[in-house]
Structures are given as C-alpha cells and as structure tokens.
C-alpha cells in the first residue's frame, strides 16, 4: 500500500486517466474528488464487499443451469 500525504486542493494520479484530489479536510473526515472515465466503476468500500456478498448470495439460490449461463455471458434470449 501506498501511503501519501495531500494537503487541500493537492492530489495524485493514477495512471493517465484518474486523478484523485483532496477537495476538504475537516476534524475527522477528509473529502475526496475523483476524476475518472465513465467506464471506471467507483464504489466505497463497504459497498463493495456488500455488493459482493448479495451477489454470491443470490447466485447460491439460482437453478445450477441459469448460472452457468450468467457466468458464461450467454444471451438473455436463452435464458
């Protein structure tokens, strides 16, 4: 992990197409602004592993066929 230090209105780079910018500091939260292409999906963390954990869920109760489709990326017309 990598570890850094911003002040307000510094940030850094990921790559050429991300920046991330420290837009507020406060007593007990830091705001973040996040500049990334559309296609890039940003989730906060305890969203992710809840969204994580619904979706192994939800594929635990699917008939065995309709998962091998939905992993498989078949058509929704042969569902």
Same mark, same amino acid.
């Given at each position: 992990?990598? @570890?850094?230090?911003?002040?307000?209105?510094?940030?850094?780079?990921?790559?050429?197409?991300?920046?991330?910018? @420290?837009?507020?500091?406060?007593?007990?939260? @830091? $705001?973040?602004?996040?500049?990334?292409?559309?296609?890039?999906?940003?989730?906060?963390?305890?969203?992710?592993?809840?969204? $994580?954990?619904?979706?192994?869920?939800?594929?635990?109760?699917?008939?065995?066929?309709?998962?091998?489709?939905?992993?498989?990326?078949?058509?929704?017309?042969?569902?």
């Amino acid at each position: 992990m990598l @570890v850094i230090t911003r002040k307000a209105e510094e940030g850094v780079r990921l790559g050429e197409d991300i920046q991330i910018t @420290v837009v507020e500091i406060n007593k007990d939260r @830091v $705001k973040i602004g996040i500049d990334a292409p559309v296609d890039v999906k940003i989730v906060r963390n305890e969203l992710f592993y809840t969204e $994580k954990f619904n979706v192994q869920a939800a594929m635990r109760k699917l008939p065995a066929d309709l998962v091998s489709t939905i992993v498989n990326g078949e058509s929704a017309d042969k569902i």
